[in-house]
């Protein structure tokens, strides 16, 4: 069925790297499900709500990713335009987020709309190699310096460039940073050996070596400070929070 469906042995893979690829894709950007909200509740939003529609704007993309283009690529929310919106329109411009949500929804019927014809493609063809490349390399600085912030690697209010003093709340905040640093040289190493799977065994050991500081002691759990259970914990999302958001543009 996955032969037919995805024709695996033409693009020469098979179902167990496709699941390991998919599984480290999804561990890699499973921070946008806190980044996400935490951006756009500055606006007012209902953060829960933010989360359940970051999940399924994200689940129904990647399908469509999947069984229409055939194509291994993770879709989700796109990190710029979300900051952009909460800090500039909301935020420096004073709009509220109904307004900023429709100007959004009006986007994507014209970036639809483009995508139809060969405007789209004319106007990326356009854009010059040299461009393209360092919009690559622009988001994925300011992915890497939303991970040095939220590790706790970089501090500082005004500047955000000054790096942490480790045994400053050692306990809590201190071991995070540490232990990102941790994980950070482990998946570099096994990267540079060409270990298959360095990313996801850098993620997983990383979240072992946490889990092994928590129950020594090492690792403080305190919600105050941002610091949280590595435990993973069952629960139920309030469903019933999307329609705090969900058609409010329209109003």
Same mark, same amino acid.
């Given at each position: 069925?996955?032969?037919?469906?995805? !024709?695996?042995?033409?693009? !020469?893979?098979?179902?167990?790297?496709?699941?390991?690829?998919?599984?480290?894709?999804? &561990?890699? +950007?499973?921070?946008?499900?806190?980044?996400?909200?935490?951006i756009?509740?500055?606006? *007012? +939003? %209902?953060?829960?709500?933010?989360?359940?529609?970051?999940?399924? @704007?994200?689940?129904?993309?990647?399908?469509?990713?999947?069984?229409?283009?055939?194509?291994p690529?993770?879709?989700?929310a796109?990190?710029?335009?979300?900051?952009? &919106?909460?800090?500039?329109?909301?935020?420096? +411009?004073?709009f509220?987020w109904?307004?900023a949500?429709?100007a959004? =929804?009006?986007? $994507?019927?014209?970036?639809?709309?483009?995508?139809?014809?060969?405007?789209?493609?004319a106007?990326?063809?356009?854009?010059?190699l040299p461009l393209k490349?360092?919009?690559?390399?622009?988001?994925?600085?300011?992915?890497?310096?939303?991970?040095?912030?939220?590790? *706790?690697l970089?501090?500082?209010?005004?500047?955000?460039?000054?790096i942490? %003093? /480790?045994?400053?709340?050692?306990?809590?905040?201190g071991?995070? @940073?540490?232990?990102?640093?941790?994980?950070?040289?482990?998946?570099?190493?096994?990267?540079? !050996?060409?270990?298959?799977?360095?990313?996801?065994? $850098?993620? /997983?050991?990383?979240w072992?070596? *946490?889990?092994?500081?928590?129950?020594?002691?090492?690792?403080?759990?305190?919600? %105050?400070a941002?610091?949280?259970?590595l435990?993973?914990?069952?629960?139920?999302?309030? =469903?019933? !929070?999307?329609?705090?958001?969900? $058609?409010?543009?329209?109003?």
């Amino acid at each position: 069925m996955f032969e037919k469906l995805f !024709k695996l042995q033409a693009n !020469k893979t098979n179902v167990k790297t496709e699941l390991a690829a998919g599984l480290t894709t999804f &561990m890699t +950007m499973a921070y946008i499900l806190a980044v996400n909200p935490s951006i756009l509740s500055s606006t *007012g +939003m %209902d953060s829960t709500a933010v989360l359940l529609a970051t999940c399924l @704007a994200s689940f129904v993309g990647t399908i469509c990713m999947a069984l229409w283009a055939n194509l291994p690529f993770a879709l989700s929310a796109g990190m710029g335009l979300n900051a952009y &919106m909460a800090y500039t329109v909301c935020g420096t +411009m004073g709009f509220s987020w109904q307004v900023a949500l429709f100007a959004v =929804f009006v986007e $994507g019927i014209i970036f639809i709309i483009l995508s139809l014809t060969s405007v789209r493609e004319a106007i990326f063809n356009s854009i010059p190699l040299p461009l393209k490349r360092a919009v690559s390399v622009g988001i994925g600085l300011f992915i890497a310096f939303i991970g040095l912030q939220n590790a *706790g690697l970089s501090v500082d209010a005004s500047t955000l460039v000054t790096i942490t %003093d /480790f045994t400053q709340n050692f306990h809590t905040t201190g071991i995070c @940073a540490l232990l990102a640093v941790i994980g950070l040289l482990l998946t570099s190493v096994l990267y540079i !050996k060409k270990v298959k799977g360095s990313i996801l065994i $850098g993620i /997983f050991g990383t979240w072992i070596l *946490g889990m092994l500081c928590q129950l020594t002691g090492l690792y403080v759990p305190n919600p %105050d400070a941002g610091a949280y259970t590595l435990f993973p914990t069952l629960g139920i999302t309030d =469903f019933t !929070k999307l329609s705090q958001t969900f $058609g409010q543009c329209f109003k």
